[in-house]
C-alpha cells in the first residue's frame, strides 16, 4: 500500500486492488505522510491547531489522530522524515520562518524531550538513516544550493558529499548499497553506489529515471523507494493547455533489468 497526501487528507492506495481510502477526515490540511515500520501506523504532519504539529493513526483507519510532535510555534512547517532501524525513535525536519531548517530526534512514545542533529546557518533537510544505522544522509544548501551528504550516527562527523550537481530528497535502498535521490528539477532520479563498513565510500552518481515529475517546490515528496526496490513517482501534469490536472501516481518496477537492457556490461 500507498501513504498519499491529496484533497487536503491523508489516503491509502492499494497497489494490487488499485482502491483509495481516506485515513483523516479533519478540516485542516493532513499531508506528508510517512509510515511507521511496522506498517501499522501511519505518521502525518496537521496545522488543526493553526500550526504545523505531527500526528498518527492506525493505517487500516480505526481509533483516533494522535498527537506525536509540537515544536514552535512558528514554525513554516514540520516533516516526519524517517525511523531509526528499531522503530522507537523518528526523523523530524523543522522549518522556521528564517527557512534555517533544522534536522531532530523525537521518541515516538514521548517521554523524552527532542533531540537537534544538523542545526546551522542553512537549509538542512529531508534526513534519511542508512539501514544499519550508522549513517545520516539529508540534503543541505550550504554550498549556496541543495546538495545530497552523508555524516556518521549517532556521533555525526566524517560528513561527504555524495551529488554533483545538486540534488533533495535522499533516500536508502532497503541494502544500504545504494542512496537515490531527485534532482533539483524534479525530472530526474538518481542512484549513487554505496560501500558501508567503517567507512562510507561513494560511487558516481548515475541517471535512473527521466520524466516530468512533481517538482520538490511544491512542498510535496515527489518518490519514494519501496522496500523490494520499486520507484512511486508522482508525475506533473504536462498538458500545456493552461489547467491544473490531478497528479499521477507512477509506479516503476524492474528497472535494474531495463538498465542492463539500455548500458549492457562490455
Same mark, same amino acid.
Given at each position: 500500500?500507498?501513504?498519499?497526501?491529496?484533497?487536503?487528507?491523508?489516503?491509502?492506495?492499494?497497489?494490487?486492488?488499485?482502491?483509495?481510502?481516506?485515513?483523516?477526515?479533519?478540516?485542516?490540511?493532513?499531508?506528508?505522510?510517512?509510515?511507521?515500520?511496522?506498517?501499522?501506523?501511519?505518521?502525518?504532519?496537521?496545522?488543526?491547531?493553526?500550526?504545523?504539529?505531527?500526528?498518527?493513526?492506525?493505517?487500516?483507519?480505526?481509533?483516533?489522530?494522535?498527537?506525536?510532535?509540537?515544536?514552535?510555534?512558528?514554525?513554516?512547517?514540520?516533516?516526519?522524515?524517517?525511523?531509526?532501524?528499531?522503530?522507537?525513535?523518528?526523523?523530524?525536519?523543522?522549518?522556521?520562518?528564517?527557512?534555517?531548517?533544522?534536522?531532530?530526534?523525537?521518541?515516538?512514545?514521548?517521554? !523524552?524531550?527532542?533531540?537537534?542533529?544538523?542545526?546551522?546557518?542553512?537549509?538542512?533537510?529531508?534526513?534519511?538513516?542508512?539501514?544499519?544505522?550508522?549513517?545520516?544522509?539529508?540534503?543541505?544548501? *550550504?554550498?549556496?544550493?541543495? !546538495?545530497?551528504?552523508? !555524516?556518521?550516527?549517532?556521533?555525526?562527523?566524517?560528513?561527504?558529499?555524495?551529488?554533483?550537481?545538486?540534488?533533495?530528497?535522499?533516500?536508502?535502498?532497503?541494502?544500504?548499497?545504494?542512496?537515490?535521490?531527485?534532482?533539483?528539477?524534479?525530472?530526474?532520479?538518481?542512484?549513487?553506489?554505496?560501500?558501508?563498513?567503517?567507512?562510507?565510500?561513494?560511487?558516481?552518481?548515475?541517471?535512473?529515471?527521466?520524466?516530468?515529475?512533481?517538482?520538490? *517546490?511544491?512542498?510535496?515528496?515527489?518518490?519514494?523507494?519501496?522496500?523490494?526496490?520499486?520507484?512511486?513517482?508522482?508525475?506533473?501534469?504536462?498538458?500545456?493547455?493552461?489547467?491544473?490536472?490531478?497528479?499521477?501516481?507512477?509506479?516503476?518496477?524492474?528497472?535494474? !533489468?531495463?538498465?542492463?537492457?539500455?548500458?549492457?556490461?562490455?
Amino acid at each position: 500500500r500507498l501513504a498519499v497526501a491529496t484533497q487536503g487528507d491523508v489516503w491509502t492506495y492499494d497497489v494490487m486492488r488499485a482502491t483509495l481510502t481516506r485515513l483523516t477526515t479533519d478540516v485542516a490540511e493532513d499531508r506528508s505522510p510517512l509510515w511507521t515500520p511496522d506498517g501499522r501506523r501511519i505518521v502525518f504532519t496537521s496545522s488543526r491547531a493553526g500550526l504545523p504539529e505531527l500526528f498518527w493513526r492506525s493505517a487500516d483507519g480505526t481509533g483516533q489522530d494522535e498527537r506525536l510532535l509540537t515544536r514552535a510555534r512558528n514554525l513554516v512547517d514540520l516533516r516526519a522524515d524517517g525511523w531509526l532501524p528499531d522503530g522507537r525513535s523518528l526523523l523530524f525536519s523543522e522549518v522556521p520562518p528564517q527557512i534555517q531548517c533544522a534536522i531532530g530526534q523525537s521518541a515516538a512514545g514521548g517521554g !523524552e524531550q527532542p533531540r537537534m542533529l544538523i542545526q546551522n546557518d542553512f537549509c538542512n533537510d529531508y534526513a534519511s538513516l542508512s539501514p544499519d544505522g550508522r549513517w545520516i544522509a539529508y540534503d543541505s544548501q *550550504a554550498s549556496g544550493q541543495a !546538495e545530497i551528504y552523508v !555524516e556518521r550516527y549517532p556521533m555525526l562527523g566524517d560528513r561527504q558529499q555524495i551529488s554533483t550537481g545538486g540534488g533533495r530528497l535522499p533516500q536508502w535502498s532497503s541494502k544500504g548499497d545504494e542512496l537515490f535521490f531527485s534532482s533539483l528539477d524534479g525530472r530526474q532520479i538518481i542512484a549513487v553506489p554505496i560501500q558501508l563498513g567503517a567507512s562510507l565510500v561513494a560511487g558516481r552518481p548515475r541517471v535512473l529515471f527521466e520524466g516530468a515529475y512533481l517538482s520538490i *517546490a511544491t512542498g510535496w515528496r515527489p518518490y519514494a523507494v519501496t522496500p523490494d526496490g520499486r520507484f512511486a513517482m508522482i508525475k506533473a501534469d504536462t498538458g500545456g493547455s493552461g489547467s491544473v490536472s490531478a497528479p499521477t501516481m507512477v509506479l516503476v518496477q524492474h528497472w535494474f !533489468e531495463e538498465l542492463r537492457r539500455l548500458a549492457p556490461a562490455p
